[in-house]
């Protein structure tokens, strides 16, 4: 993960078609608004709500939190649309999310429409970024090619409902949070094998329920940095699993400690902590924890 990372532990989806909502997102507690041109939005409606959103981008007041845009997916007719409107759109955007992401030539054909579209139109004091939206067999398949695609890349999401279909998973098994393990996995892997966070998708409920918590539980032990919410009810207890603790913080200030005594005192000899040896995997995983603590990924 890079160090230039925002936090992704919280991530509120709003339709762009419904103004309303996107105006009472702000302030929720969101670490990452992800506002939907793709699903929430109907074919008669992509033109208005992307040219709602783009006003919206310039016109809200969005405070600290971190904005982003799913656009539609490549092969579509809005797709090169909404990427050139988002572009040169004014506003506090950090990144468009791009669906159906399923080899490195997605990823490539949106690098190059942000290239030219921010070339043209000059109003961005720094380049748009991109996170890749895992949701097929195929993307599962091609995640290490996928994350490597380009240097715009920030983060790689994991899509349920799609990724359901294209699996042929029953409705039982979609709502079984240990049979997506293996696609988490992958996923996972590849992120953290090429610097990216890697931001679990929404589960397929609308409540923050049981199912919800053990999903966001297994999710954040698994190691990602942070879930999709499609109800602002989900957001506190996202906040709450991806927060590391009062324990975990202290643990992992003794960690740092310990090793920055021993490295003064000329790193002779093993260091341990309550029975645990420290080395270079313990101190990263601890600063993992503490970045998180701050607010941070």
């Keep these: 993960m890079t160090s230039s990372a925002v936090a992704r532990r919280a991530c509120l989806v709003v339709p762009g078609s419904a103004p309303e909502k996107l105006a009472k997102a702000v302030g929720l507690g969101a670490d990452e ?9 109907v074919p008669a409606a992509k033109d208005a709500a992307r040219a709602a959103v783009v006003a919206a981008l310039a016109g809200a007041d969005w405070g600290e939190t971190t904005l982003s845009v799913r656009v539609n997916a490549p092969r579509t007719p809005w797709c090169h649309a ?3 409107a988002l572009a040169a759109a004014a506003g506090p955007l950090r990144a468009i999310v791009l669906p159906k992401v399923e080899g490195a030539c997605d990823v490539a054909f949106v690098e190059r429409l942000l290239d030219g579209a921010e070339a043209a139109g000059g109003v961005r004091a720094q380049p748009l970024r991109v996170q890749a939206l895992i949701e097929s ?6 995640a290490q090619e996928i994350a490597a695609a380009s240097a715009r890349l920030e983060a790689l999401v994991v899509g349920y ?9 029953t409705a039982a098994g979609a709502a079984d949070v240990a049979l997506w393990d293996g696609a988490r996995e992958a996923v996972l892997l590849a992120a953290r094998a090429h610097g990216l966070q890697a931001i679990d998708g929404p589960h397929l409920g609308l409540r923050p329920d049981a199912a919800f918590a053990a999903a966001a539980r297994r999710a954040r032990d698994q190691g990602f940095d942070g879930k999709w919410a499609i109800h602002p009810s989900q957001l506190a207890a996202l906040r709450e699993a991806f927060t590391p603790d009062e324990a975990e913080v202290a643990h992992a200030r003794a960690v740092i400690a310990a090793l920055e005594a021993a490295a003064h005192d000329g790193g002779q000899g093993a260091v341990a902590l309550d029975g645990q040896m420290l080395d270079e995997a313990v101190r990263l995983a601890a600063l993992r ?3 998180r603590a701050e607010g941070g990924t």
Excluded: P
Aim: aromatic share 0%; hydrophobic share 65%; net charge negative.
């Design 137 to 142: 067999a195929a993307g599962v398949s091609r």
């Design 161 to 169: 409902a799609d990724l359901a279909a294209s699996l042929g998973r």
């Design 33 to 41: 608004i992800v506002v939907d041109l793709e699903d929430a939005v």
């Design 82 to 84: 909404d990427v050139a």
């Design 289 to 291: 924890v503490l970045a």
